[in-house]
């Protein structure tokens, strides 16, 4: 799949390009079957809610043939080569499940800072690319996003207190970086905010600096999120002294 001109340019200006009905029942009933395989409480890479639920699965393309196939699928890396403009390989794969009744808060973030102080990724020459599993609404916790923050670059945070420890709080709904609620504000008041709504089937990019978060799901509706982070080739980890498990980054990446 290719996008237009004004597609890319949308994408670098906003930060965000949302392309509707990009994958189909079809291919949605296969991405949740496979994900039903894999969504086992204490199994590797997956993410408890405090209240029980499963919040997240990581790494699922590592031990799963059809998630190793879906990274090559040209609706997401066509795209991903597109706006990275290079050979591109996959620095994260998760599945947020953010569960009817109980999937809880993203609280305001960027990605890119966990990247580089946790992995050592030099520039944030990476791109998010998401399938939306479920029907996205106002209702059931859609990415909230502040069009065009992303050309803030990083603001620099120190971690929270109390969130410096294992991988899980990068992860949690505890983060440990996020960005301070006067800094949302500021933004926000200069360029909105938008909920990152549409129907199953539904691909979005979205920049490593851009500021998201999601509020918890306390509605009758599952909200499924597939994330891809695709990085540019060339801007591989330069090295971190406690590297996280590999299923939550990749060490060294292959061209896809
Ligand atoms: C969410 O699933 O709502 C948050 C996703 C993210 O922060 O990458
Ligand atoms: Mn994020």
């Known amino acids: 799949m290719q996008l237009t001109a004004d597609q890319i340019a949308q994408y670098r200006e906003q930060g965000y390009l ?10 949605l009933t296969l991405i ?11 199994g590797e890479g997956v993410v408890m809610e405090d209240n029980g639920l499963i919040r997240a699965l990581h790494g699922c393309h590592l031990n799963n043939e059809y998630f190793d196939q879906l990274i090559r699928d040209p609706r997401c890396l066509g795209p991903a ?3 990275l403009e290079a050979d591109v390989y996959i620095h994260q794969f ?3 499940v953010k569960a009817a009744f109980g999937g809880d808060v993203w609280p305001w973030h960027q990605d890119y800072i966990f990247w580089r ?15 939306f599993l479920d029907d996205i609404t106002q209702f059931n916790g859609p990415l909230f996003f502040i069009p065009s923050s992303h050309h ?22 505890k983060l440990k970086y996020t960005v301070p609620n006067h800094v949302i504000a500021d933004l926000e008041k200069r360029h909105g905010m938008v909920a990152a709504t549409g129907g199953a089937g539904t691909l979005l990019l979205f920049h490593p600096n851009m ?3 999601s509020v918890p799901n306390i509605s009758p509706y599952d909200r499924e999120l597939l994330l891809l982070t695709y990085n540019h080739i ?5 090295g971190v002294p406690n590297p996280r498990p590999e299923f939550l980054a990749t060490r060294h990446g292959v061209a896809l």
């Open 18 to 27: 949302l392309l509707p009905n990009v994958f189909n029942p079809e291919d």
């Open 32 to 42: 949740k079957r496979n994900l039903k395989a894999l969504a086992i409480p204490g």
């Open 81 to 83: 080569r597109q706006v």
């Open 94 to 96: 998760k599945i947020n």
């Open 117 to 131: 102080k946790g992995d050592g990724i030099p520039t944030p020459n990476l791109v998010n690319i998401s399938i």
């Open 152 to 173: 803030q670059g990083i603001i620099e945070v120190p971690p929270n207190v109390g969130e410096e420890g294992g991988w899980e709080a990068n992860v949690s709904a």
């Open 211 to 213: 500021i998201h978060g």
């Open 234 to 238: 060339a801007n591989q980890s330069t």
